[in-house]
């Protein structure tokens, strides 16, 4: 199956500076790439996705990028604020077959924006 | 209504209970999904169904038993919990092979 891994587990960064945290994925046939953010006691809420068509995509201050050769895919954050701090987790998704798809997380990174 | 409901928000049972969670969306989407996650942990897949049909178990132990009585509802059927069965559960949701939204989770407690 589908394995995910995700570095660093940890990121301490000042406010303003930038943040990016790298994944591997091993299965070629993985197509989608969504990156989740998760506040303490919250759901995980989407930020920002990429599908294996695409090399690059951006939204304000977070961007991601996905070398399909590499199988790897980084978010960046760009001009960190505080409230940025959480858990992101990368994940890597292709279809179940049956509709729906199989998403399989990495092991999460935990962001700290220090003022 | 761009959100996914779960209910209870909390709940502690004990290994003799049977309980149940419960999981709406009226997104219209076709995909909804069960998930468990552990403390400092990434969510874990346990099912999937696609058009009210299980399409996926990824051989969760027969005491979870999953139920999807219609396009809006996803129910979780536990008995005969144990204690590592603790964690938070999730609900999501996707069109198709889309972004997944998830709900806010019940915290089970197993003791």
């Known amino acids: 199956g589908e394995n995910v891994e995700q570095h660093p587990s940890t990121l301490s960064v000042q406010e303003g500076d930038s943040a990016v945290i790298k994944c591997t994925y091993s299965?070629?046939?993985?197509?989608?790439f969504p990156w989740y953010k998760q506040e303490l006691g919250k759901r995980p809420q989407l930020i920002i996705d990429?599908?294996?068509?695409?090399g690059e995509k951006k939204d304000q201050r977070i961007a991601v990028t996905l070398n399909k050769t590499a199988k790897h895919f980084s978010l960046h954050i760009t001009e960190t604020q505080p409230e940025d701090s959480a858990v992101y987790f990368c994940?890597?998704?292709?279809?179940?077959?049956?509709?729906?798809?199989?998403?399989?997380f990495g092991t999460g990174t935990q962001l700290k924006v220090e003022l | 209504d761009t959100e996914v409901t779960q209910t209870p928000k909390h709940l502690v049972m004990g290994m003799t209970n049977k309980k149940s969670l419960k999981c709406e969306q009226h997104?219209?989407?076709?995909?909804m999904y069960w998930y468990k996650q552990k403390a400092k942990k990434p969510p874990e897949l346990m099912f999937v169904?696609?058009?009210?049909?299980?399409?996926i178990n990824e051989s969760v132990p027969s005491r979870f038993s999953p139920e999807c009585p219609n396009s809006s509802l996803l129910n979780l059927h536990l008995h005969a919990l144990q204690p590592e069965d603790s964690a938070l559960y999730l609900c999501?949701?996707?069109?198709?092979?889309?972004?997944?939204?998830f709900g806010p989770g019940t915290r089970l407690t197993v003791l």
């Open positions: 999501a949701s996707s069109q198709a092979e889309g972004q997944q939204f």
């Open positions: 299965d070629s046939a993985s197509n989608y």
């Open positions: 990429i599908r294996s068509n695409v």
């Open positions: 994940a890597a998704s292709k279809p179940s077959g049956g509709g729906g798809n199989k998403l399989t």
């Open positions: 997104m219209g989407h076709r995909a």
């Open positions: 169904y696609s058009y009210e049909k299980l399409s």
